[in-house]
């Protein structure tokens, strides 16, 4: 993309109302703009971190065995009335009269309705396991929507839902997500630990919410210093086999949040590895067993014929809040530090004389070989003084950035810098292009 | 995917509901489930084809030079009382009120808020020519919600907004829209004719309505014949260039809707040429000028200094309404037949004696060298009999079904159908792959 062509509204001021970084950045940067109290536009550069977070949340998610479908954002009041979750929901929920006066809500989580599909449509123990997810804008009526994207009350969330015969087959099902998380936050360049959790309004008995550090982290966690190190499951994980080991190992070290921390056996671990720290909720999951089949109906007959609620549990990833929170996990005084799976673009392109034809001349020959090999590119080709360019490329944070200015390019050098350490280059253009994965 | 661990729910009764052809076939093939009137949600079927549109309108629109983006799916009253749209509107518009008895709403269309974000960062013509679109859900309070998703109250919508600095350049704004849209129709197997078309609610004074003919049509339609068959232009289209021409060939034959229509100039047309049909909305475009710029405040400075309101059009593409009209234009009497492009697979591998084993090892293997070659593949694995397995994928209407069975096998052979035309041909396996595009 060339930046003349571009929509990326940098702002010089710091915004007064961001009151932690991520704030900050994604408004500096130009990333989201606010329409009313916590609701966002994604202007184009954000969209494009929400969209790859959202593509890997799916990847992982169908790896593991998960279906994709697309719940509406509006539901019916009387859903909510069977399960018994309309009155009890308090004031988060959005509550709406359409023009016959029918009551509806915009959904704040999906419980109801996916178990009103699951009970339509499956009577029958050889139809599970199955997990249904979607990726979909939910409202929550935040009392103090604050920190951006971070706590929004127009938010786009993954929820997945997972339908079983019986208790150990849930938990089969619960250990699939719970893997599948681990890697999900890792391949965006995310440590997330998971915790013991309280499992609120969701209900049920057992619950982890996945947790990433940060010194912004809106509670306080507790964990055992050896889980920020333990590897994360491979790629040919086997989804259909025994995760246990996996989840054995996880679970076996403390880890908390402070609603569920245990002072004693924190206290246990070995003073070197207790880790006491600010933590932001990245991911939430839940078993709770029949709280909703059991209201509304949702059955499948056995082998036996005999029908018996199913055992389900829900499993939440925070699309949006991903955002900010990698920022929060991830930048620098200078700006953003894109981990390179969720980077917007990986390569900054820099012209820093554009109107000299030699310098156009090779910026769009590089330019052109990086789209060629696939590699994202934002070649800035605007006439803005180098120190502007440098800043706003530092600023929105792209792994790479490519500098191409007259004086190395009569010795046929550019200069190749990684953002994330400062380090510069000066080195023959192919050289630059082979660095950066691209064939000339 | 294995038809074993997919959630495809198919009805077996056609459902006394649903008045048209598309509305049938969706619920029959389990693409859709209706959860309020006009509200539903996408099974995983269904979302397949609703992605493949979307992803088709996105690669157009890009094409085309415009940008995408991610307004809100909730909007401020207040942003629509400065449009002087907020009270006009009618009960059409969903308005809600939230916890602190702020009037939200939730968005129709994006008129207003996408100017509020033009004004706040754009104040200069030299960041003009800019187009930004989104994809995003939007809710009309139809009166009478019906057809499905054709006339839904939450639906999916593109819509994009061109900003420029005075008419001619809108002009060409719309032109490549014009252009981009008919692209984007084609690439979907539809034939979609631009008509002059009534702005309606949206104002300006040029606008077009891009209609496909189908016998079950909303409303009349009047065309010359031979627009049916101008050719499309290609993917090297320069839109930086003129499209004058392109959409001079279009509009110089007669086209209008029924609100349009002049019944003089339709005369005219040699009377083997005058086409009068049932057609279906799937896009409408708008030049309206400074409609909204001016009250809202939307100016840019020219070269000389002068601010001036920005020309806008608006340029709407109905996504999920399109599923419905593909189908509309693309069945028969036993289901569904979908274009390759939004095919939700390509292919259907029916085994028709699974526990066989040199049925389910000839599966395996060509199931695993289909998606190897990244043809979508549906296998069906389950233990259902033939006349159902063959019912059910003529009704989800995959374009070809390939079929393995124990006789055909022994010799080596596989029998391949082509779901359009009906033609069946047995063949060797080697052969089939090649006839799908895929590598054994």
Known sequence: MRLSRYFLPILKETPKEAE?????LMLRAGMIRQQAAGIYSWLPLGLKVLDKIGRIVREEQNRAGAIEVLMPTLQSADLWRESGRYEDYGEEMLRIKDRNKRDLLYGPTNEEMITEIFRSYVHSYKDLPLNLYHIQWKFRDER?????????????????????????????AYRRMFVAYLRTY??????????????????????????ILASTGESQVFCHKD??????????????GDLTPIMDQWTSLYAATDEKHDEAAFAAIPADKQVSARGIEVGHIFYFGTKYSEPMNAKVAGPDGVERPVHMGSYGVGVSRLVAAIIEASHDDAGIIWPEAVAPFQVGLISMKPGDAAVDAACTSLYAALERSGIETLYDDSDTRAGAKFATMDLIGLPWQLIVGPKSLAEGNVELKRRATGEREVLPIAAALARLGATA
Chains 1, 2 share one sequence.
Not at 233 to 240: L, M, R
């Open 144 to 172: 103090r929507p604050r920190f951006g994207v971070m706590r929004g009350r127009e938010f786009l969330m993954k929820d997945a839902y997972s339908f079983d015969t019986d208790q150990e087959k849930a938990r089969d």
């Open 20 to 24: 932690i970084v991520s704030h900050r």
């Open 227 to 240: 889980l920020l190190d333990l590897p994360i499951p491979g790629e040919d994980t086997d989804f259909s």
């Open 186 to 211: 890792r391949r965006m360049g995310l440590t997330a630990i998971p915790m013991r959790a309280d499992s609120g309004p969701i209900g049920g008995d057992m619950s982890h919410e996945f947790i």
